[in-house]
């Protein structure tokens, strides 16, 4: 069965320093991953996806994921962090090639301190 | 698009009640979603329709809980009767399917408190 681990429950991070949120996950085929984030009260949005390709893909508002495939990884990074960027952010995955239900982590909470 | 739809934006009602969520899909998609998230649980998957037909309701908490897409424009959660537990916000997503791994477009989302 497919699965998805955000090890952190809340990430704490100086506004202009690097951040990065952490995602493992488990498929039998294929993965295909995604990152949303949350603003309160409103509902997920879209950031970036890795479906096959470059290991590196770029998103929304400067983010970016590197995809390994040997760790099972999938982190989630942006070289400059932003006060508006503190959110809540979801890792998940589907199996390529099985039924479209993407499985979603439990989230990590990102506080940008000023 | 004006993306997602779902009504109402917040529901408060009594115990025992019965509670309509709707969702209206982005126009084209074929893949319906509904999710439900509380800080206990986190965000929890309850049903999703490929093409109007149920695929997978195995998130469905028990009996209480029902729905369905009449249409390719509309579905509904139903929850009858209501309990305290259920309180929680109710997500509808959808995405379009079958051609490859497209991304799933969440709603607004509907808050709703049960006392």
């Known amino acids: 069965a497919q699965s998805v681990a955000q090890p952190e429950d809340q990430v704490n991070v100086a506004e202009g320093n690097p951040l990065t949120v952490k995602c493992t996950y488990s498929?039998?085929?294929?993965?295909?991953l995604f990152w949303y984030v949350q603003y309160p009260n409103r509902g997920l949005q879209f950031l970036l996806k890795?479906?096959?390709?470059?290991?590196l893909v770029k998103g929304s508002y400067g983010f970016e994921a590197e995809f390994n495939k040997s760790q099972t990884s999938f982190h989630l990074k942006k070289p400059s962090a932003l006060v508006s960027d503190s959110a809540l952010y979801f890792c998940?995955?589907?199996?390529?090639?099985?039924?479209?239900?993407?499985?979603f982590g439990k989230g990590t909470r990102l506080h940008i301190l000023p | 698009d004006a993306g997602v739809i779902q009504s109402p934006r917040h529901e408060v009602t009594e115990m025992g009640q019965e509670v309509t969520l709707r969702c209206k899909p982005i126009?084209?998609?074929?893949?319906l979603f509904w999710y439900r998230q509380t800080m206990m649980r986190g965000l929890e998957l309850l049903i999703y329709?490929?093409?109007?037909?149920?695929?997978?309701d195995s998130g469905m908490p028990e009996d209480r809980f029902s729905a369905k897409m009449p249409n390719a424009s509309f579905s509904t959660l139903k929850i009858q009767p209501s309990e305290p537990r259920d309180s929680a916000v109710y997500f509808c997503?959808?995405?379009?399917?079958?051609?490859?791994?497209?991304?799933?477009?969440f709603g607004p989302g509907t808050r709703l408190t049960v006392t």
């Open positions: 997503a959808s995405s379009l399917t079958g051609q490859g791994p497209y991304e799933q477009y």
């Open positions: 498929v039998s085929g294929n993965p295909y």
């Open positions: 890795y479906i096959t390709g470059d290991n």
């Open positions: 998940a995955v589907r199996d390529g090639g099985r039924d479209d239900k993407i499985i």
């Open positions: 126009s084209g998609h074929n893949s």
């Open positions: 329709f490929n093409n109007n037909v149920p695929i997978d």
